[in-house]
């Protein structure tokens, strides 16, 4: 067992952390620079949200990799390398000439050092808070979802002042001396941390614990399950991320500047769905929590379509942003609670990939919706109802198949 007194205070590392990834969750402001960047390079929104969907797409195999160097006592260098990838692509992006070139810069460098700096600020910071996990889990995950609060109207301030490109740069840079200035800041979690004058409950000792290597993960049905449900639930989220201020724009009629300030507003409400969610998953549990997700989103995209005025896409905009940051916090442990701890890193980010091909597949559809409809997102708000549906229906399969295996 080690102290807390024999390390720095655990709060300054958690903010350190979170600062990090107030860095690298920038891609969820991606749709201030893709419409600009349209314009300036007379390129079209599809193949712009191409480098939206690589970035995402490339996650699971960065925080799997970030995944192993945590458990070899290497958090800190996946936490700050992959934050500087983070920078350095995002600063790169900055001097594209080409679709190809923003694809390697914004889509695979910004998206890898995106994923390492995730798996290791998360799973190091959480081992500090034994006492306290599901609130640094809810505060670390809530800067990942809420960087777009401070980068979109930053970012549309610098793109309105100067370009697109210089936006860019402005923020790779910014984003870089921020990583290497939290660096000073974060260690290592040692085995078995515990803080002073906190004492293990003994509670749950008596629940035998199974844990399942990925090979023995994909053997069980739940897999399958919580793969799709991840994919469903992350669609819309994505969606949204990518689109919002060309949905404000195009079908609402606001202006750049508005419409940055509700790709802000899409962000706190994924930031704090991240800890309401949570929370509500521990009390009501991850299903029934998902029931309503999924059902809220619905809703959400109903108000699109059906109250045409500023008001609808308020409610549509918080909505689905509660809900995106609910699905980011409720995977997890339920990923946990079927397979134990041990192997979570990896398991999880094998099912990440369930995310990341909704991260690859909504952006580009929607686009492709847009340029095919003059502008208008109403087919693709219909197909993420289709999905979301469908997320209720792999949801109630799964309860129906934990019921049965419960009784026998």
Same mark, same amino acid.
């Given at each position: 067992?080690?102290?807390?007194?024999?390390?720095?205070?655990?709060?300054?590392?958690?903010?350190?952390?979170?600062?990090?990834?107030?860095?690298?969750?920038?891609?969820?402001?991606?749709?201030?620079?893709?419409?600009?960047?349209?314009?300036?390079?007379?390129?079209?929104?599809?193949?712009?949200?191409?480098?939206?969907?690589?970035?995402?797409?490339?996650?699971?195999?960065?925080?799997?990799?970030?995944?192993?160097?945590?458990?070899?006592?290497?958090?800190?260098?996946?936490?700050?390398?992959?934050?500087?990838?983070?920078?350095?692509?995002?600063?790169?992006?900055?001097?594209?000439?080409?679709?190809?070139?923003?694809?390697?810069?914004?889509?695979?460098?910004?998206?890898?050092?995106?994923?390492?700096?995730?798996?290791?600020?998360?799973?190091?910071?959480?081992?500090?808070?034994?006492?306290?996990?599901?609130?640094?889990?809810?505060?670390? +995950?809530?800067?990942?979802?809420?960087?777009? *609060? $401070?980068? !979109?109207? #930053?970012?549309?301030?610098? /793109?309105? =002042?100067?370009?697109?490109?210089?936006?860019?740069?402005?923020?790779?840079?910014?984003?870089?001396?921020?990583?290497?200035?939290?660096?000073?800041?974060?260690?290592?979690?040692?085995?078995?941390?515990?803080?002073?004058?906190?004492?293990?409950?003994?509670?749950?000792?008596?629940?035998?614990?199974?844990?399942?290597?990925?090979?023995?993960?994909?053997?069980?049905?739940?897999?399958?399950?919580?793969?799709?449900?991840?994919?469903?639930?992350?669609?819309?989220?994505?969606?949204?991320?990518?689109?919002?201020?060309?949905?404000?724009?195009?079908?609402?009629?606001?202006?750049?500047?508005?419409?940055?300030?509700?790709?802000?507003?899409?962000?706190?409400?994924?930031?704090?769905?991240?800890?309401?969610?949570?929370?509500?998953?521990?009390?009501?549990?991850?299903?029934? +929590?998902?029931?309503?997700?999924?059902?809220? *989103? $619905?809703? !959400?995209? #109903?108000?699109?379509?059906? /109250?045409? =005025?500023?008001?609808?896409?308020?409610?549509?905009?918080?909505?689905?942003?509660?809900?995106?940051?609910?699905?980011?916090?409720?995977?997890?442990?339920?990923?946990?609670?079927?397979?134990?701890?041990?192997?979570?890193?990896?398991?999880?980010?094998?099912?990440?990939?369930?995310?990341?091909?909704?991260?690859?597949?909504?952006?580009?559809?929607?686009?492709?919706?847009?340029?095919?409809?003059?502008?208008?997102?109403?087919?693709?708000?219909?197909?993420?109802?289709?999905?979301?549906?469908?997320?209720?229906?792999?949801?109630?399969?799964?309860?129906?198949?934990?019921?049965?295996?419960?009784?026998?």
């Amino acid at each position: 067992m080690v102290k807390a007194k024999n390390y720095a205070n655990r709060w300054i590392i958690l903010v350190a952390s979170t600062s990090i990834l107030l860095c690298t969750g920038a891609i969820y402001a991606f749709s201030v620079f893709a419409g600009p960047l349209s314009i300036a390079k007379n390129w079209s929104m599809s193949d712009v949200m191409i480098a939206f969907g690589i970035n995402s797409a490339v996650g699971p195999i960065p925080m799997i990799l970030g995944g192993f160097l945590t458990d070899k006592g290497l958090a800190k260098w996946s936490s700050v390398i992959g934050g500087l990838l983070f920078g350095l692509g995002f600063y790169l992006s900055g001097y594209v000439t080409s679709p190809l070139m923003l694809y390697i810069t914004y889509g695979l460098l910004s998206g890898f050092g995106q994923g390492l700096a995730y798996s290791g600020c998360l799973s190091n910071t959480i081992k500090f808070f034994p006492d306290k996990r599901g609130l640094a889990s809810g505060i670390i +995950t809530a800067g990942m979802g809420g960087a777009a *609060i $401070i980068a !979109a109207p #930053i970012g549309n301030y610098l /793109i309105e =002042s100067f370009d697109v490109l210089y936006a860019f740069k402005i923020l790779g840079c910014t984003y870089i001396v921020v990583v290497m200035v939290a660096s000073f800041f974060i260690k290592v979690a040692p085995a078995n941390y515990q803080p002073e004058g906190w004492v293990q409950a003994n509670s749950q000792q008596s629940k035998p614990i199974i844990n399942k290597n990925w090979q023995e993960m994909l053997k069980t049905p739940y897999f399958y399950l919580i793969f799709f449900m991840l994919g469903t639930g992350a669609f819309s989220g994505l969606m949204i991320a990518s689109n919002a201020s060309g949905i404000g724009q195009n079908m609402f009629g606001l202006t750049s500047a508005l419409a940055a300030f509700y790709v802000s507003l899409y962000s706190l409400s994924n930031c704090a769905g991240r800890v309401v969610w949570g929370t509500v998953s521990d009390k009501l549990g991850r299903n029934k +929590t998902l029931d309503i997700i999924f059902s809220v *989103i $619905i809703f !959400a995209f #109903i108000s699109f379509l059906f /109250i045409p =005025s500023q008001a609808g896409f308020a409610i549509g905009i918080i909505a689905l942003g509660l809900c995106f940051g609910g699905v980011m916090g409720v995977f997890p442990p339920m990923v946990m609670e079927n397979y134990g701890p041990i192997n979570q890193g990896v398991n999880y980010g094998i099912i990440f990939v369930g995310y990341s091909s909704a991260a690859f597949f909504a952006p580009k559809l929607t686009a492709d919706i847009l340029v095919n409809n003059d502008g208008d997102y109403t087919k693709a708000f219909y197909i993420a109802i289709a999905v979301a549906f469908l997320g209720l229906i792999l949801n109630l399969i799964y309860k129906q198949i934990k019921k049965t295996r419960m009784q026998n």
